[in-house]
């Protein structure tokens, strides 16, 4: 089964701080890999999607890195603000019939400041 | 350039009765998605479009839900009638036409949700 895990469900940092969220999923056969963003009550936003013939994307202060062979994603957060706080959840396309976008349940981040 | 519009952003109803959902995607953006999301969780697939074709409704249940869109551009779905584990956020998403599959989908654009309380 395809299936994307995000651990741990929530992180409390302090303002300032670079930290990194985790993402991995149980097959190496993927299209591309997206991380979003999710504010409360709010739809989700794209940060970044790292095709597979990728191995990271930048933009501003966050860098994702995709390894499919070991199934893994990292999301890395340059100097974190108050105004990072959010869930960020990572979703997977895999190949295959019926391919469609899988996501984790996601992090929610709390920068304090 | 505007986003993906979506509405009611709250409904309230009571089990058995029947809800509508009503979303409006980007311009030229041929694919349109709609998405569960259950709290703590991350969305799950129901349905999705190309142009008003259904490409894959292989999650939607068929005995509660229905969705269309007729003219190619904005779409409803329907719940009827609701249960309360219906109670979730339904977001709609829309991106450009996936021209190869080999190259995955293109990124896709998320609307605010309609938050679902059935009680």
């Known amino acids: 089964k395809q299936e994307v895990t995000q651990i741990p469900a929530a992180l409390s940092v302090p303002e300032g701080e670079n930290l990194v969220l985790n993402c991995s999923f149980t097959d190496s056969a993927i299209y591309n890999l997206q991380w979003f963003r999710q504010d409360p009550g709010k739809g989700l936003t794209s940060l970044l999607l790292i095709q597979s013939s990728q191995r990271e994307q930048t933009s501003g202060r966050l860098n994702a890195s995709l390894d499919k062979s070991s199934g893994r994603s990292t999301l890395y957060i340059a100097a974190s603000q108050p105004g990072d706080s959010a869930t960020y959840l990572c979703?997977?396309?895999?190949?295959?019939?019926?391919?469609?976008?899988?996501f984790g349940k996601g992090i929610t981040l709390s920068v304090r400041p | 350039e505007a986003g993906v519009a979506q509405s009611p952003r709250y409904k309230i109803i009571e089990k058995r009765q029947s809800v509508a959902f009503w979303c409006n995607p980007i311009?030229?953006?041929?694919?349109l998605y709609w998405y569960q999301q259950i709290l703590g969780q991350g969305p799950k697939l129901l349905i999705q479009?190309?142009?008003?074709?259904?490409?894959?409704d292989s999650q939607l249940p068929k005995d509660r839900f229905s969705a269309e869109r007729l003219k190619g551009v904005d779409s409803t779905l329907k719940i009827q009638p609701a249960k309360l584990e219906d109670s979730a956020v339904y977001l709609c998403?829309?991106?450009?036409?996936?021209?190869?599959?080999?190259?995955?989908?293109?990124?896709?654009?998320f609307g605010p949700g309609t938050r679902l309380t059935v009680t």
């Open positions: 998403a829309s991106s450009l036409v996936r021209r190869d599959r080999l190259l995955g989908n293109y990124e896709q654009y």
């Open positions: 311009s030229g953006h041929a694919t």
């Open positions: 479009f190309q142009n008003n074709g259904v490409v894959d």
């Open positions: 979703a997977v396309f895999f190949t295959g019939a019926n391919s469609k976008l899988t």
